[in-house]
């Protein structure tokens, strides 16, 4: 997956001002930021979810810049959200089962096999609206993991989980197939540590640094702009 003219605006604000991002089969590339970095908004237009304003997508050769994001998931972009919504009256089960019903003949993993990767099989026939804040980030990954994906990203998974859910999301995400590609956006610099082999740091909407995980780790000029940052971010640290 090539982006090139990442470039993107609200009102004449612009929160996004980057060249090219690229995702290849097996990365484990981080993206990591102060708040309002421009992360999510990096994900969601590789998702499809914000429409490109001058951004032009490649996947697999071809342009897919006009995509929507269910074609994007169909065709092997998967995501999941920074606040994830669940259709309230609809079984943790059922909504596993419609983030893989384009695999339905031949699915890697069955949905029930899916819920219990990530913990949830004993709520499956819970409506998901009853789930907790990380149960429902669980279910998330689930329906996005029941797609089969090629490139998976990740929008802040590790937000809110306890401890427990953290070491089974760290156990899940070093397990994934390693042809995956995988982008991860997040704040908590362990679970950074833990899958990524690559980080870009964003600043503003642009790239302020990347490279080598451990060198990016390494950098002061990383931590001081962290620590420039200040508030809720910092303390995840
Ligand atoms: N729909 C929107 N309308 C206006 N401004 C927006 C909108 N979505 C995002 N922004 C602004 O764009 C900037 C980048 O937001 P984005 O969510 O991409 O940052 P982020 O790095 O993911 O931040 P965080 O770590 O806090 O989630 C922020 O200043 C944000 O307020």
């Known amino acids: 997956m090539v982006a090139t003219g990442l470039r993107h ?12 991002f690229t995702v290849a089969p097996g990365d484990r590339h981080a993206v990591i930021g102060p708040n309002g970095a421009g992360k999510s908004t990096l994900l969601n237009l590789l998702a499809g979810t914000t429409r490109a304003q001058t951004a032009t997508i490649t996947y697999n050769g071809q342009v897919i810049t006009r995509r929507s994001g269910a074609w994007r998931a169909r065709a092997g972009i ?13 079984t943790v089960l059922d909504c596993v089962r419609m983030g893989g019903w384009h695999h339905r003949h031949h699915p890697d993993r069955t949905p029930l096999e899916v819920l219990d990767l990530v913990g949830l099989i004993d709520h499956a026939d819970h409506p998901a ?23 998976l990203l990740l929008d802040e998974p590790a937000a809110g989980l306890t401890d427990t859910d953290t070491a089974r999301l760290l156990d899940i995400l070093g397990g994934l197939p390693s042809w995956m ?9 362990d679970v950074v540590a833990a899958l990524a ?3 870009t740091v964003l600043h503003h909407g642009r790239r302020h640094t990347d490279g080598p995980a451990d060198t990016v780790r390494a950098d002061p000029a990383v ?10 971010d910092a303390a995840h640290r």
């Open 129 to 151: 609206a009853v789930l907790s804040h990380g149960h429902r980030r669980m279910l998330d990954l689930a329906v996005a993991l029941a797609g089969q994906p090629r490139v």
């Open 223 to 232: 931590a001081a702009l962290y620590l420039g940052a200040g508030g809720d």
């Open 78 to 90: 998967g995501r999941t959200f920074q606040h994830p919504a669940v259709y309230p009256d609809v």
């Open 197 to 199: 082999t690559w980080i």
């Open 9 to 20: 605006a609200y009102q004449k604000l612009i929160v996004l001002d980057l060249d090219t």
């Open 181 to 189: 590609a995988v982008v991860l956006v997040e704040h908590h610099m």
